[in-house]
């Protein structure tokens, strides 16, 4: 209840209403835009979060998360383009609607359910985070090192299609962590006699460069978007009657989205395609499904709602990020010295009571601007496509540039784009190499820290009984991974 106090009351004395407000705008016009994901959308503000007061950024940022999800469905549900990945499983009804005269509706669905789901997923978020970070606080670097080592493991889930990929691209970012000093001796590695490197790479470099500037690179090889009309755009808020018929597809995706959001990789395309098959199944009219359903479009932005604010879970409970967002995020934590995990509840509480309020400011202002920022949305689609490249590219590198004022930060950020394009090409997840940057001095740093306590002996690591249940996790987490993807070769080469 403290909380919740303290957090209304800096709705009042603290501009975060007003960097929730921000947020959700910038994000809503970011997922209306073909191509830019929510990750790519928070990670063009990122660089000028730097200057900001923390509480006030990291709100700006998780706002971004929640405009840019229910951004996703607007040329989804108009133009039959989702915005995002998770808004292809509200194309799938939203757009037979559109096609029935009824857009209008369709979008009034999405805007009703996502911010259902946004309170739902505030609401675990607040109930699962401060016990698991009171879990954490008994922490040693032995468990410190396993917790990392867990959060390498996720890696074996986020790999995509190949497994080899996914691990050489953990890998690489593991390499870029140890560019810079030794943490323990200081010694400078792999800098090449660059002073600009003593201090490392810095992750937000490598975010922007991975996620937004690969995407610029990649789009201006493409076609342009499809244009929208304006004809049955404006949105029609659902009445009781249908408010009834989506209550049971909403709580489909409430849960879906809860539970998915909290582990990590699952994320939002999965929920959203996970509760759109489970509303089907136990929807009284699943032939409507496919031909304009409304429950259709009300699971998964329901579900991909929700897990906008669970997916911060194991974020703020262990500092892993489990999603592309999560771990831009996670960016803007460091850039402003805060570090996720048990701690942060010690040491800057306000931080977290902040974030909490911030995600509530957003979701009412979700209601409003979610209506306002339509027309916006469809002039941003129907231009020309060259310049709104141009104008975000211009946007990066200024932002880039800002924090530092280092030409030096603006070519490691080129290069990451570039890195990332050939990886994107090649078939190479991108969040493994951000994980394996972010993860590898937390790795690294308390690995040393164990073996100085014990003079050299390995088994410190099967002494801490955290360590050893940590370990144990990210074993399973590992094998069962592989299991699956054995499994479903097996499955495909038997069909």
């Known amino acids: 209840m403290e909380t919740v106090v303290d957090g209304l009351r800096m709705l009042v004395t603290t501009p975060i209403a007003l960097a929730a407000a921000a947020g959700v705008a910038w994000g809503i016009l970011g997922g209306a835009l073909p191509g830019i994901s929510p990750s790519i959308s928070m990670a063009l503000l990122l660089p000028f ?114 497994l080899l990929k996914g691990l050489a691209a953990g890998l690489l970012g593991l390499m870029v962590a140890t560019i810079g000093s030794d943490p323990v001796s200081g010694v400078p590695r792999f800098t090449f006699g660059q002073p600009d490197l003593l201090d490392g790479v810095a992750p937000i470099l490598v975010m922007v460069g991975l996620f937004a500037v690969s995407e610029l690179f990649l789009q201006a090889g493409q076609g342009a978007w499809q244009k929208a009309s304006s004809e049955s755009a404006r949105i029609r808020w659902p009445g009781t009657r249908l408010r009834r018929r989506l209550v049971k597809p909403q709580l489909i995706g409430s849960v879906v989205g809860a539970v998915e959001g909290v582990i990590p990789g699952a994320g939002g395309t999965i929920a959203s395609f996970l509760s759109y098959n489970e509303a089907r199944r136990w929807s009284r009219a699943p032939e409507e499904f496919g031909r304009g359903s409304p429950e259709g479009v009300a699971a998964p932005e329901t579900a991909n709602n929700t897990v906008a604010a669970t997916a911060l879970v194991p974020l703020l409970s262990f500092g892993i990020p489990g999603s592309n967002s999560a771990a831009i995020l996670l960016g803007g934590f460091l850039v402003h010295g ?44 129907n231009r020309s496509k060259p310049v709104l490249m141009a104008f975000i ?59 100085l306590l014990s003079g050299g002996d390995h088994a410190i690591f099967l002494e801490d009984p955290v360590a050893v249940v940590l370990l144990s996790i990210a074993a399973l987490v590992v094998v069962g991974s592989v299991g699956t993807r054995f499994r479903s070769r097996r499955k495909e080469a038997h069909a």
């Open 49 to 162: 979060t730097y200057g900001m007061e923390p509480r006030s950024a990291i709100v700006l940022l998780a706002a971004t998360y929640v405009g840019a999800e229910y951004g996703g469905s607007i040329p989804a549900i108009l133009i039959r383009t989702p915005g995002t990945n998770a808004a292809a499983a509200t194309l799938l009804d939203g757009y037979p609607m559109k096609l029935a005269g009824r857009g209008g509706e369709a979008l009034g669905i999405s805007l009703y359910s996502g911010v259902l789901g946004g309170f739902v997923g505030l609401l675990v978020l607040m109930a699962l985070t401060r016990p698991l970070a009171e879990l954490a606080l008994r922490f040693t670097p032995m468990s410190y090192f396993a917790l990392g080592v867990l959060g390498l493991g996720v890696i074996a889930s986020l790999a995509g299609p190949s």
């Open 393 to 451: 590219y211009a946007l990066i590198l200024s932002g880039i540039y800002s924090i530092n004022g280092s030409l030096f930060d603006l070519g490691l950020t080129l290069a990451a784009g570039m890195a990332g394009v050939v990886m994107r090409v090649l078939g190479f997840p991108l969040l493994p190499v951000v994980l394996g940057v972010v993860l590898g001095s937390l790795v690294e740093s308390n690995y040393r820290r164990a073996l």
């Open 338 to 381: 805060l570090i996720p995990g048990p701690r942060l509840f010690e040491e800057n509480a306000d931080a977290i009571t902040g974030l909490y309020a911030g995600l509530f400011a957003a979701n009412v202002s979700l209601i409003v601007i979610g209506g306002a920022a339509l027309p916006v949305c469809l002039w941003l689609v």
